[in-house]
């Protein structure tokens, strides 16, 4: 079971996994494309960042970015390379959907890239009811980008997570 805390991106664990986040969004998207956020981005008013830790090794990595009361971004999600496949990113994803519900988001959204290095995450995202869609936030609408959202039930549970 993964402990999910708010993380308040000091450590040294969770900026390394930061860094390699950003290193791979770099390598797997052409120039201009990437619109992950850094260190700093991460750390403006409005912006919530996760950890999911498995004894006392981060796991995972996300952020929720309010975009407007009723909008909110899921940001920077990354599975350390040991945890592939374990359900870290599952189990983040579904406390940012928490989260966002009790803060009244009505919609969830994401951007992301495409081709090999994005599959995992997409079809995650797809398992919790994220459907594809348009442009969102200013994001351009690339060949290469994809964009997601979530239609939350604020007073329901969501089948694909089963949470409320």
Same mark, same amino acid.
């Given at each position: 079971?993964?402990?999910?805390?708010?993380?308040?991106?000091?450590?040294?664990?969770?900026?390394? @996994?930061?860094?390699?986040? @950003?290193?791979?969004?770099?390598a797997n998207s052409p120039p201009g494309s990437v619109f992950a956020l850094d260190l700093s981005g991460l750390q403006l008013p409005g912006v919530t960042v996760w950890t999911a830790r498995l004894g006392e090794r981060i796991a995972c990595v996300a952020a929720l970015k309010m975009l407007a009361p009723e909008h909110g971004e899921v940001k920077s999600m990354r599975v350390h390379p040991d945890f592939a496949g374990q359900g870290a990113g599952a189990a983040i994803l579904d406390h940012i959907i928490k989260v966002a519900r009790t803060r009244g988001v009505a919609r969830l959204s994401l951007e992301t890239g495409t081709g090999p290095a994005f599959e995992a995450a997409v079809?995650?995202?797809?398992?919790?009811?994220?459907?594809?869609?348009?442009?969102?936030?200013?994001?351009?609408?690339?060949?290469?980008?994809?964009?997601?959202? @979530?239609?939350?039930?604020?007073?329901?549970?969501?089948?694909?997570?089963?949470?409320?």
């Amino acid at each position: 079971m993964f402990d999910i805390r708010e993380d308040d991106l000091t450590g040294a664990e969770t900026r390394a @996994l930061l860094a390699l986040h @950003l290193a791979g969004m770099h390598a797997n998207s052409p120039p201009g494309s990437v619109f992950a956020l850094d260190l700093s981005g991460l750390q403006l008013p409005g912006v919530t960042v996760w950890t999911a830790r498995l004894g006392e090794r981060i796991a995972c990595v996300a952020a929720l970015k309010m975009l407007a009361p009723e909008h909110g971004e899921v940001k920077s999600m990354r599975v350390h390379p040991d945890f592939a496949g374990q359900g870290a990113g599952a189990a983040i994803l579904d406390h940012i959907i928490k989260v966002a519900r009790t803060r009244g988001v009505a919609r969830l959204s994401l951007e992301t890239g495409t081709g090999p290095a994005f599959e995992a995450a997409v079809r995650l995202y797809q398992r919790r009811g994220f459907r594809p869609g348009a442009a969102f936030g200013g994001y351009p609408q690339t060949a290469f980008n994809q964009f997601f959202h @979530l239609e939350l039930a604020r007073d329901a549970t969501d089948p694909a997570t089963g949470l409320q």
